[in-house]
C-alpha cells in the first residue's frame, strides 16, 4: 500500500530532497532550513519576523531558534521596523549575502537538473497536482463530514 499512496510518494520524496539538501549545505558550513531561510529573506528591505514563519510554512518556535543560531553566526540582523516601531525587521549581512548566493545556486542547481529529466508537460501536471493537493488542505475539504465515511 505505502508504494500506491498520495501522501507517501510526497513523504518519501521530500525526506528525500530534504536529506539531499541537508549533505549540500553541510558543505557550506550550513544546513536546509538555514537556507531556506536565507532565501526567504528580502535582499534589499528585509523582511518582517513576524512574516517570516507563515511565509516559510514554520511554527514560530522552530523559526527563533534557527533565527538565534543565524544571528550568532552572523548571517542576520536584527533591525527597528522604521513603519512600526514595535516590529523587527530581519537583514541579511555581506556573510549573508554570500551564503544566501550559496543557497540559490544548490536550489537552482536541482531545478536544472529536474527540468532536464522531466517534459514540461510532465512538470506542469506535477504542479497542478501539488495545487489542488495544497487547496483541498487549505480548505478542510479532506476531513470533515462531507468526504469522510
Same mark, same amino acid.
Given at each position: ?8 510518494? +510526497?513523504?518519501?520524496?521530500? *525526506? ?6 541537508? @549533505?549540500?549545505?553541510?558543505? &557550506? ?7 531556506? !531561510? +536565507?532565501?526567504? /529573506? ?16 514554520? @511554527?514560530?518556535?522552530? +523559526? ?10 552572523? $548571517? ?7 513603519? #512600526?516601531?514595535?516590529?523587527? $525587521? /530581519?537583514?541579511? !549581512? ?7 548566493? #550559496?543557497?540559490?545556486?544548490?536550489? $537552482?542547481? &536541482?531545478?536544472? %537538473?529536474?527540468?532536464?529529466? %522531466?517534459? @514540461?508537460?510532465? +512538470? *506542469?501536471? &506535477? &504542479? ?6 495544497? *487547496?483541498?488542505?487549505?480548505?478542510? *475539504? ?8
Amino acid at each position: 500500500m505505502k508504494d500506491s499512496t498520495i501522501d507517501y510518494a +510526497l513523504r518519501a520524496t521530500w *525526506q528525500a530532497v530534504a536529506r539531499m539538501y541537508n @549533505e549540500e549545505a553541510r558543505k &557550506f558550513d550550513s544546513t536546509m532550513a538555514t537556507g531556506f !531561510t +536565507l532565501l526567504s /529573506i528580502d535582499p534589499k528591505a528585509g523582511t518582517p519576523s513576524t512574516a517570516l514563519g507563515p511565509k516559510m510554512g514554520m @511554527e514560530a518556535t522552530s +523559526l527563533s531558534r534557527i533565527l538565534k543560531s543565524m544571528e550568532e553566526r552572523g $548571517l542576520i540582523e536584527r533591525k527597528a521596523n522604521p513603519k #512600526d516601531g514595535r516590529g523587527v $525587521l /530581519i537583514h541579511l !549581512t555581506p556573510f549573508g549575502l554570500e551564503k544566501r548566493e #550559496d543557497a540559490k545556486t544548490v536550489v $537552482l542547481r &536541482f531545478n536544472e %537538473v529536474v527540468n532536464g529529466e %522531466v517534459t @514540461e508537460k510532465d +512538470l *506542469q501536471g &506535477f &504542479f497542478k497536482v501539488i495545487g489542488v493537493i495544497n *487547496q483541498l488542505i487549505t480548505e478542510k *475539504q479532506i476531513y470533515n463530514n462531507k468526504n469522510t465515511n
